[in-house]
């Protein structure tokens, strides 16, 4: 190990080649991601609103539009599941440098139980900081932003 700290070129340019080789697979991930997320929001949205106009219209009887609520609180779990499977395979490839596109995701789905643990504790200390105050929610969004690595 040198002694000697590295100037800003030698800086830049590692981390310039850290970004060539993991770039692409990172990018994949996140298109693949958004893509399938986009579509759950769209098909949420149509469920709610178009299906409650039709319903309302078709039948008289109220039984149908506590199923298409039914419907749609399903749609947001499986919305919030996805999103944290996508977090946890997004943070996956970053921190591993030899997984490819399924084996984050495959890592992800490993570690998504966990990860809605530490989700959950770093909302509530997070929410909790902004009870007391924009300057300690400020703080606590800096002191716990590492928690997820």
């Known amino acids: ?47 709610a609103g178009f299906g409650g106009t039709v319903l309302v219209h078709i039948k008289a009887d109220q039984s149908w539009i506590y199923i298409l609520i039914a419907l749609s609180c399903f749609l947001i779990l499986v919305i919030t599941i996805l999103a944290l499977w996508v977090h946890t395979a ?35 200390i997070i929410v909790t900081g902004f009870i007391f105050g924009i300057l300690p929610g400020i703080l606590c969004c800096v002191w716990f932003s590492f928690s997820f690595y």
Not at 101 to 108: L, M
């Open 1 to 47: 190990m040198s002694s000697e700290v590295a100037s800003i070129g030698e800086i830049f340019s590692t981390s310039w080649e850290e970004y060539k080789e993991r770039a692409l697979p990172i990018f994949a991930v996140v298109l693949i991601s958004t893509a399938i997320l986009f579509g759950m929001v769209i098909i949420l949205a149509l469920t």
């Open 90 to 124: 997004m943070l996956a490839i970053i921190v591993d440098e030899d997984l490819g596109i399924i084996e984050a995701f495959q890592r992800g789905w490993e570690y998504l139980w966990p990860m809605t643990w530490v989700l959950t504790i770093f909302s509530g």
